[in-house]
């Protein structure tokens, strides 16, 4: 079992809509939780991170933590075409501050 | 801002050479990473560095090594360069001084091997 699972995608969203992108890991002992966003043929951008159950907004966009389903999320309200990009979530687990990356899930925002 | 800048943005090296792939960030962090990244397999954590002259193997070391001898640089090496290290090479740092200990990226490096 993969450590940080996310659904590849492509995840396809019409402009001005809610994407909503998800997480699942399997380190019940994970305290942080990030989103990175990755346009094609460049490196990871923070976009949050998030370590309290519940909800943390950023603008537009929305993470979601529920630490005993081990789940978390992100939303982005009215996504616009230049959202689309591939999303990371990433897991801050272990010692030495290690991060555990997802696949990733690539957004697909059309006008 | 956090800047992590990479010595190369693409190379083309031959099967058998040595390759130097450096990396350097100007916040003062502590920790610096190594990542690999291909496609359908996403990010794979190479090695690390907690401390200057300090390294920990991550999750795909073979073939690898990395030199930390100043804080704000971190080397990654490969000593006989293979066609399956063929990839997108990424360095991130982060602070064990921060909360989060979030990781900043560099821009990448894109590697061929031929």
């Known amino acids: 079992q993969k450590e940080v699972e996310q659904n590849s995608g492509p995840l396809s969203v019409p402009e001005g809509a809610i994407a909503s992108l998800n997480c699942t890991y399997s380190?019940?002992?994970?305290?942080?939780f990030f989103w990175y966003r990755q346009y094609s043929g460049k490196s990871p951008e923070l976009i949050m991170f998030i370590y309290s159950n519940g909800d943390k907004e950023d603008g537009r966009f929305t993470a979601q933590l529920n630490k005993a389903s081990q789940y978390v999320s992100l939303l982005i309200r009215d996504s616009q075409p230049s959202d689309s990009a591939t999303y990371l979530c990433a897991v801050l687990t272990g010692g030495y501050n290690k991060l555990i990356f997802g696949a990733g899930t690539r957004l697909a925002v059309h006008p | 801002d956090v800047k992590v800048t990479q010595s190369s943005r693409y190379l083309v090296k031959r099967t058998g050479e040595k390759v130097f792939l450096e990396c350097v960030q100007d916040?003062?962090?502590?920790?610096m990473f190594w990542y690999r990244q291909d496609p359908g397999l996403g990010l794979r954590l190479i090695y690390f560095s907690y401390d200057v002259k300090m390294k920990e193997k991550g999750d795909i070391p073979e073939g690898y090594s990395v030199s930390r001898e100043k804080k704000e640089r971190f080397s990654l090496i490969l000593e006989s360069a293979s066609t399956n290290q063929t990839s997108m090479y990424l360095c991130?740092?982060?602070?064990?001084?921060?909360?989060?200990?979030?990781?900043?990226f560099g821009p990448g490096t894109r590697l061929l091997v031929l």
């Open positions: 916040m003062d962090h502590e920790n």
């Open positions: 380190d019940r002992g994970s305290q942080s």
């Open positions: 991130a740092s982060s602070s064990s001084a921060e909360t989060q200990e979030t990781q900043y």
